[in-house]
Structure formats: structure tokens, C-alpha cells
């Protein structure tokens, strides 16, 4: 068993490139390739909000029952940055993510991956130290 324990959930921070401009500025295509990402990760959708920004932008999140996919794109760089959060085992977010990339004809992306929901190894030595102090626990 693993100290720390099981992270709550996984966080995917991805820089996407040189993807399509006009993929990146049209509300409607961002949504449509958001939602589809949901959808194939395995997520559960809840809620959707997108906004295109003037003179050019998108931003949005969908909303998933595992947490959230977030995307806020700047057309004129051809630049994307992407937020994956998926709590538990049930959704794969590298799956949203390869899905994104390949559907804004993206050439390039970096993602970092966050264990989230950790447990604080301080906090974690403190509840042990009174466990073996105190029998009835």
C-alpha cells in the first residue's frame, strides 16, 4: 500500500500548438470537440458553457460528473490550453485529451499529469503517531 495513498483524482494541464485557427475561434466547433472528448473519455456530462471572445477566443468547460474539461484558445497564436480533472477510475482523461489534440489538428502538445486529492504525509505521520499512543483507535 502505497503511504500516501490514492489520489481523490488525476489532472491533466496540456499546452496544445499549432492547431487549426479557425477550429480555435468558432464556439460551436470548440463545444462540439469538448463534448466529444467527454464523451469518449467515458465521462458522465452535466452541464456545457462556451463564450467566443471578440476580437477571437473561445473559452468553455463541460461539466462531467468525474469533475470538469476546460479549454480557452487563442487563434492567433493557434494556441490552446486544456484542463482535464477526472475524479475516480471510470474516466480516462490522456483519452479526452488525444481526442482534443487530434481534433484541432494539433502538431504539437505537452501535458503534465497532477495527482490530486493527496494525502498530507504531516498530517498523515500525526493521525499514526496518535493511533500507536492511543489503543482504542
Same mark, same amino acid.
Given at each position: 500500500?502505497?503511504?500516501?495513498?490514492?489520489?481523490? @483524482?488525476?489532472?491533466? &494541464?496540456?499546452?496544445?500548438?499549432?492547431?487549426?485557427?479557425?477550429? &480555435?475561434? =468558432?464556439?460551436?466547433?470548440?463545444?462540439?470537440?469538448?463534448?466529444?472528448?467527454?464523451?469518449?473519455?467515458?465521462? =458522465?456530462?452535466?452541464?456545457?458553457?462556451?463564450? /467566443?471572445?471578440?476580437?477571437? @477566443?473561445?473559452?468553455?468547460?463541460?461539466?462531467?460528473?468525474?469533475?470538469?474539461? *476546460?479549454?480557452? *484558445?487563442?487563434?492567433?497564436?493557434?494556441?490552446?490550453?486544456? =484542463?482535464?480533472? *477526472?475524479?475516480?477510475?471510470?474516466?480516462?482523461?490522456?483519452?479526452?485529451?488525444? #481526442?482534443? *489534440?487530434?481534433? &484541432? =489538428?494539433?502538431?504539437?502538445?505537452?501535458?503534465?499529469?497532477? #495527482?490530486?486529492?493527496?494525502?498530507? &504525509?504531516? /498530517?498523515?505521520?500525526?493521525?499514526?503517531?496518535?493511533?500507536?499512543?492511543?489503543?482504542?483507535?
Amino acid at each position: 500500500m502505497n503511504v500516501l495513498g490514492n489520489p481523490l @483524482g488525476v489532472q491533466l &494541464l496540456a499546452e496544445v500548438w499549432e492547431c487549426n485557427p479557425e477550429k &480555435l475561434n =468558432d464556439v460551436a466547433t470548440v463545444e462540439a470537440i469538448m463534448v466529444r472528448a467527454a464523451e469518449k473519455s467515458g465521462a =458522465d456530462i452535466r452541464e456545457i458553457v462556451f463564450h /467566443r471572445f471578440e476580437p477571437q @477566443g473561445v473559452s468553455g468547460v463541460v461539466v462531467i460528473s468525474e469533475s470538469h474539461l *476546460t479549454i480557452h *484558445t487563442w487563434p492567433e497564436l493557434g494556441y490552446a490550453a486544456v =484542463d482535464i480533472f *477526472t475524479c475516480g477510475e471510470r474516466v480516462n482523461p490522456w483519452e479526452a485529451l488525444e #481526442s482534443i *489534440t487530434q481534433e &484541432l =489538428d494539433a502538431e504539437e502538445a505537452h501535458a503534465m499529469e497532477i #495527482s490530486r486529492g493527496m494525502k498530507n &504525509l504531516s /498530517r498523515l505521520r500525526k493521525k499514526m503517531d496518535t493511533q500507536r499512543h492511543d489503543p482504542e483507535t
